[in-house]
């Protein structure tokens, strides 16, 4: 059974720091592409950074690049999301999901919250 679990998330204030975790089972970590995203209240779901299997090539949305780094452990199964310079708008839950298949399968998400 496929599963992806994130942990990490907290609330923090802006110009703070985080360390999200999407620890994953059932299915070979190494070989597939990992993504993050994240929902704030009342808006769409909506695309924060991706990490290719080897080599591990990472892309972000605009509105995270430079603050935000995407990485992998293959050996414990795990992604993570290293956020600093927290900003009040990257408050939401952050899920992280895989495509196995035609759709992908998500985690139940982490709740991030900025906010003094």
């Known amino acids: 059974q496929v599963q992806l679990v994130e942990s990490g998330g907290g609330l923090v204030q802006p110009g703070g720091s985080l360390r999200l975790s999407c620890t994953t089972s059932?299915?070979?970590?190494?070989?597939?592409?990992m993504n993050w995203y994240r929902q704030a209240p009342g808006k769409e779901r909506e695309f924060v950074a991706t990490?290719?299997?080897?080599?591990?090539?990472?892309n972000y949305a605009d509105s995270v690049r430079g603050r935000f780094t995407v990485s992998r452990d293959n050996a414990k199964n795990t992604m993570y999301l290293q956020m600093n310079s927290l900003k009040p708008d990257d408050t939401g839950v952050y899920f992280c999901?895989?495509?196995?298949?035609?759709?992908?399968?998500w985690g139940q998400g982490t709740q991030v919250t900025v906010s003094s």
């Open positions: 990490i290719t299997s080897i080599p591990g090539i990472t």
């Open positions: 059932g299915f070979t970590f190494s070989r597939y592409g």
């Open positions: 999901n895989v495509y196995l298949g035609r759709d992908p399968t």
